[in-house]
């Protein structure tokens, strides 16, 4: 069975630049979340599709991150514009159902604004 | 709220001993599930195990064993006889039924030397 596949692996830009993520969830996984990893800390949902529906975007920081779930398979993930303080590894995750469910994650992207 | 707490930043030990990761939780729900991440170098979260509210009973899988004791809202994972590729972040989560807000603890890093 194949995994949750994430692109690019690492991704290294200026502040105020922007950069999106790609994440293709294993396949028929319904719910495909979105993580923000910094640096000694556990991961941080950030976003939360089921299907194509948002469910759960409550720590997204809109006014610079935005995703979307097209035809609810897979997602992009975009930052603009970037700030010192994105700098983190971005995991995208999925689960066949909704609540609490196992989780499977992608290596992640690892973003470095300079 | 949700919150997951890990007091253990790093943990050393050398190949062979028994080591224990603690986890601590606060929450509201009546019923929550727990569980233990293992994050390997390569940086995917794997999954170890999932247990919910309502089954206190401890689980033991091969070299690894789990204490769920809700009177101290503590959920403490065994390595027995450690190994090298035991060396990673671990991470433990607090997921909630009615949603999806899936807190992670910050992790601890387990290093096993030979």
């Known amino acids: 069975e194949a995994g949750v596949a994430q692109s690019p692996r690492y991704k290294i830009i200026e502040k105020r630049q922007s950069v999106a993520f790609w994440c293709n969830p294993i396949?028929?996984?319904?719910?495909l979340y979105w993580y923000q990893q910094i640096l000694g800390q556990g991961p941080k949902l950030l976003i939360q599709?089921?299907?194509?529906?948002?469910?759960?975007d409550s720590q997204l920081p809109k006014d610079r991150f935005s995703a979307e779930r097209l035809k609810g398979v897979d997602s992009t993930l975009k930052i603009q514009p970037a700030k010192l303080e994105d700098s983190a590894v971005y995991l995208c995750?999925?689960?066949?159902?909704?609540?609490?469910?196992?989780?499977?994650f992608g290596s992640g992207t690892q973003l470095s604004v300079l | 709220a949700q919150k997951v707490t890990q007091a253990q930043t790093e943990i050393s030990v050398v190949e062979k001993e028994d080591v224990t990761l603690d986890c601590v939780y606060e929450?509201?729900?009546?019923?929550?599930?727990l569980f233990w991440y293992k994050q390997p170098p390569s940086g995917e979260l794997v999954f170890l195990i999932r247990?919910?509210?309502?089954?206190?009973q401890n689980e033991i899988s091969g070299r690894y064993s789990w204490n769920f004791q809700k009177s101290t809202s503590s959920f403490n994972f065994t390595i027995t006889a450690s190994q090298v590729v035991d060396s990673a972040v671990y991470f433990c989560?607090?997921?909630?039924?009615?949603?999806?807000?899936?807190?992670f603890g910050a992790g601890t890093r387990l290093t096993v030397k030979p």
């Open positions: 995750a999925s689960s066949l159902g909704f609540r609490a469910e196992k989780l499977f």
């Open positions: 396949s028929g996984h319904a719910t």
């Open positions: 599709f089921q299907n194509n529906g948002v469910v759960d």
């Open positions: 929450t509201r729900d009546t019923t929550y599930y």
């Open positions: 247990r919910n509210s309502f089954d206190e």
């Open positions: 989560a607090l997921g909630s039924y009615n949603n999806n807000d899936m807190r």
